[in-house]
T-cell receptor
Framework: DAKTTQPPSMDCAEGRAANLPCNHSTISGNEYVYWYRQIHSQGPQYIIHGLKNNETNEMASLIITEDRKSSTLILPHATLRDTAVYYCIVKDDKIIFGKGTRLHILP | DARVTQTPRHKVTEMGQEVTMRCQPILGHNTVFWYRQTMMQGLELLAYFRNRAPLDDSGMPKDRFSAEMPDATLATLKIQPSEPRDSAVYFC??????????????FGPGTRLTVL
């Protein structure tokens, strides 16, 4: 079973920051937090991952709370192409996908 | 730009027929995963291999599904006999795992299987 809890859907206005929350209260010390997204009819796409520290790359930022029980994925300037299902995953050895958050970007 | 490739992209077959799906992982990757996606169940992990050895196939119906890696450049998922409930999109993913560190999975475009 997935070890994370995410809201089923969210809306965000185009050009604004999209903040996607994820709870992973049972995370253990050596488990990474991964984010993937799946655009309609495509395979999941890796976004970012982290262990303890906040991370940033060209796609997004990942903020992990100090107790590591929750995290937030930030898309700084959402575009219509960011409409997708976003999966937050706590990974030990293998990735188990939950239901994710369906993000709608509103024009 | 290295990518995971999957063939065929679409497959329509009749119940009872054998179906073989193929995956070419990214060169140098040592782990290969097979997933199945349906509207009802979402993305399910069927099996995965590391260094061509099967590590976990607990998600796979054993009586009709089989997964193999004949060599490092090819992974196959076979269904025999196929049933209508097998209709789904099957994704292959590959990654490079080193020790207990993080690894990233790269997904192929999927094979959309329809069993009539």
């Amino acid at each position: 079973d997935a070890k994370t809890t995410q809201p089923p859907s969210m809306d965000c206005a185009e050009g604004r920051a999209a903040n996607l929350p994820c709870n992973h209260s049972t995370i253990s010390g050596n488990e990474y937090v991964y984010w993937y997204r799946q655009i309609h009819s495509q395979g999941p796409q890796y976004i970012i991952h982290g262990l303890k520290n906040n991370e940033t790359n060209e796609m997004a930022s990942l903020i992990i709370t100090e107790d590591r029980k929750s995290s937030t994925l930030i898309l700084p300037h959402a575009t219509l192409r960011d409409t997708a299902v976003y999966y937050c995953i706590v990974k030990d050895d293998k990735i188990i996908f939950g239901k994710g958050t369906r993000l709608h970007i509103l024009p | 730009d290295a990518r995971v490739t999957q063939t065929p992209r679409h497959k329509v077959t009749e119940m009872g027929q054998e179906v073989t799906m193929r995956c070419q992982p990214i060169l140098g990757h040592n782990t290969v995963f097979w997933y199945r996606q349906t509207m009802m169940q979402g993305l399910e992990l069927l099996a995965y291999f590391r260094n061509r050895a099967p590590l976990d196939d607990s998600g796979m119906p054993k009586d009709r599904f089989s997964a193999e890696m004949p060599d490092a450049t090819l992974a196959t998922l076979k269904i025999q006999p196929s049933e209508p409930r097998d209709s789904a999109v099957y994704f292959c993913a590959s990654g490079l795992v080193q020790g207990r560190g993080a690894d990233t999975q790269y997904f192929g475009p999927g094979t959309r299987l329809t069993v009539l």
